[in-house]
Antibody, heavy 118, light 106 residues
Framework: EVQLVQSGAEVKKPGESLRISCETS????????ITWVRQVPGKGLEWMGRVDPTVSYPNYGPSFQGHVTISSDKSTRTAFLHWSSLEASDSAIYYCARQMGTRVFDYWGQGTVVTVSS | DIQMTQSPSSLSASVGDRVTITCRAS??????LNWYQQKPGKAPKLLIY???SLQSGVPSRFSGSGSGTDFTLTISSLQPEDFASYYCQQTYGTRTFGQGTKVEIK
């Protein structure tokens, strides 16, 4: 069974760093890109970027380039989303998803709630 | 970025109704269009990919159609478990989603 299990909710202050994770199982990790999607509560979905787990090579959406870092570790079958300096506007739910082929997100993690507040 | 506009933003319907949601792209995206369902507090779930291909395990009452700029998601007979939000997503360019359509109980 394909599973993506994300790390737990986080409460941080502006300026702090944060890394959240997405641990996968049930399939060949290196054969599928992992993508990250942001959802501000009550709002829609935004594609943040993706990582090729073979070589941990990322691509970013224009709105997120330079603000987050996406990476992966094939030894632990885990993808990561990292902020070096959080802002209040980063408060949202973050989902990881497996990318089937190049264009379809077929399995999703349960989401990680990130709250950034002073 | 390619803009995706869904209509309506919300709708009220009864069990057994036929429901249609539309999604319009700001430029032609061929058939690179997916549909997702999201229930409160849950992750999105893939329903339809490549405009009209039904994802494995998704009930056949869901169907998708369209190409170019105009797409539709149809639920042929609305069931209680279908009350949720629905999002279209284009994968022709940098991935973008529609703003969502909330299907509520009438």
């Amino acid at each position: 069974e394909v599973q993506l299990v994300q790390s737990g909710a986080e409460v941080k202050k502006p300026g702090e760093s944060l890394r959240i994770s997405c641990e996968t199982s049930g399939y060949s990790f290196i054969n599928y890109w992992i993508t990250w999607v942001r959802q501000v509560p009550g709002k829609g979905l935004e594609w943040m970027g993706r990582v090729d787990p073979t070589v941990s090579y990322p691509n970013y959406g224009p709105s997120f380039q330079g603000h987050v870092t996406i990476s992966s570790d094939k030894s632990t079958r885990t993808a990561f989303l990292h902020w070096s300096s959080l802002e209040a506007s980063d408060s949202a739910i973050y989902y990881c998803a497996r990318q089937m082929g190049t264009r379809v997100f077929d399995y999703w993690g349960q989401g990680t709630v990130v709250t950034v507040s002073s | 970025d390619i803009q995706m506009t869904q209509s309506p933003s919300s709708l009220s319907a009864s069990v057994g109704d036929r429901v249609t949601i539309t999604c319009r792209a700001s430029q032609s995206i061929s058939r690179y269009l997916n549909w997702y369902q999201q229930k409160p507090g849950k992750a999105p779930k893939l329903l339809i990919y490549a405009a009209s291909s039904l994802q494995s395990g998704v009930p056949s009452r869901f169907s998708g159609s369209g190409s170019g700029t105009d797409f539709t998601l149809t639920i042929s007979s609305l069931q209680p478990e279908d009350f949720a939000s629905y999002y279209c997503q284009q994968t022709y360019g940098t991935r973008t989603f529609g703003q969502g359509t909330k299907v509520e109980i009438k």
